[in-house]
Nanobody
Framework: QLQLVESGGGLVQPGGSLRLSCAAS????????MGWYRQAPGKQRELVAV???????NYADSVKGRFTISRDNAKNTVYLQMNSLKPEDTAVYYC??????????????????WGQGTQVTVSS
């Protein structure tokens, strides 16, 4: 069973920093893309940042220069370092991973999985 477990959310003052982590576990063969999305109350879920297995990172314009996404392939973990946080960054943050996993002895299937979400609140 595939699972993504997030950690690192919380309450921080404007201008502060937080670091989110998301670890994937299960019968994973390889992970292609790992990313972070967020959803604020009353709004649709939006892309924050994505990091492919071998390509360049991509960020939402609203977080460029403040957030940094990175991954540790050996640990199947993706991180999001968030600096200079603003009240408008307040949202539930979700990690996402896409890749291949093994089911049974002979099957290789694709997965597109989400974490449970972690709350980030930026407020004084």
């Amino acid at each position: 069973q595939l699972q993504l477990v997030e950690s690192g959310g919380g309450l921080v003052q404007p201008g502060g920093s937080l670091r989110l982590s998301c670890a994937a576990s299960g019968s994973i063969i390889r992970i292609y893309d790992m990313g972070w999305y967020r959803q604020a109350p009353g709004k649709q879920r939006e892309l924050v940042a994505v990091i492919p297995s071998g390509g360049s990172t991509n960020y939402a314009d609203s977080v460029k220069g403040r957030f940094t996404i990175s991954r540790d392939n050996a640990k199947n973990t993706v991180y999001l370092q968030m600096n200079s946080l603003k009240p408008e960054d307040t949202a539930v943050y979700y990690c996402n991973a896409k890749g291949d996993y093994r089911r049974g002895a002979y099957s290789v299937l694709q997965f597109d999985s989400w974490g449970q979400g972690t709350q980030v609140t930026v407020s004084s």
